[in-house]
């Protein structure tokens, strides 16, 4: 039972373009949801978080927006560069002990 | 300010052997979390604990598989008999009670022979 769903295994982009990455949820108690950024062989480096009693979330190139009745989520880069080429997870709790359930990840490429 | 650091980070040993974790999180950081991330899928949860209690276990986490905060700081992660389906990377992450991010170390890469 795949909680948090990532569909798209990678996306392309041009240098200087926007990058959205998309992350759909099922489970309704989730309240705080976090975009991470994975380099191979490295633990998983925050970006952007956001609670479910925001609608959107901007820090510099990074902006999340959350749509809790589409239970949908998606993280903006503006300008992609070609240092974001990394894979992107999208991770969401709702529980009292704060586990992070995740989805299955983005390969984003980001082209000169 | 230091980061969660996880050790050994590569480790490489043969069926059936024990092998030992160890992660130490962030200094102020309460709460810590072991994760286990397999080849293409997102980490999993596998245990937590808030200071030296260990408050919940996932249902991945088999009897071969123990995990202690003696002291409420470093925490270890151990495997008994190790089985080739336990090859992954092993994570750990520390957070404070507020807010809910937690910070991860760089993990262990486990293969079993």
């Known amino acids: 039972d795949q909680q948090v769903k990532q569909n798209s295994p990678s996306l392309s982009v041009q240098e200087g373009r926007i990058s959205i990455l998309n992350c759909d949820y099922t489970?309704?108690?989730?309240?705080?949801f976090l975009w991470y950024k994975k380099y191979p062989a490295e633990g998983p480096t925050f970006l952007i978080s956001?609670?479910?009693?925001?609608d959107k979330n901007e820090d510099g190139r990074f902006t999340v927006f959350l749509n809790k009745s589409a239970k949908h989520l998606s993280l903006h880069i503006v300008p992609s560069q070609p240092g974001d080429s990394a894979v992107y997870f999208c991770?969401?709790?709702?529980?009292?002990?704060?586990?992070?359930?995740f989805g299955q990840g983005t390969i984003l490429t980001v082209h000169p | 300010d230091t980061g969660v650091s996880q050790d050994p980070r590569h480790k490489i040993t043969k069926r059936g052997q024990n092998v030992t974790f160890r992660c130490d999180p962030i200094?102020?950081?309460?709460?810590l979390y072991w994760y286990r991330q397999t080849l293409g899928q997102g980490p999993e949860f596998l245990t937590y604990?808030?200071?030296?209690?260990?408050?919940?276990k996932s249902r991945l986490l088999s009897d071969r598989f123990s995990a202690e905060r003696p002291k409420g700081s470093f925490s270890t992660l151990e495997i008994q008999r190790t089985e080739q389906g336990d090859s992954a990377m092993y994570l750990c992450?520390?957070?404070?009670?507020?807010?809910?991010?937690?910070?991860f170390g760089p993990g262990t890469r486990l293969l079993v022979l």
């Open positions: 992450a520390s957070r404070t009670g507020v807010p809910e991010t937690q910070y």
């Open positions: 489970n309704s108690m989730f309240d705080y």
């Open positions: 956001i609670s479910s009693i925001k």
């Open positions: 991770a969401a709790t709702g529980t009292s002990y704060g586990k992070l359930t």
């Open positions: 200094s102020e950081h309460n709460r």
């Open positions: 604990f808030q200071n030296e209690a260990q408050l919940e």
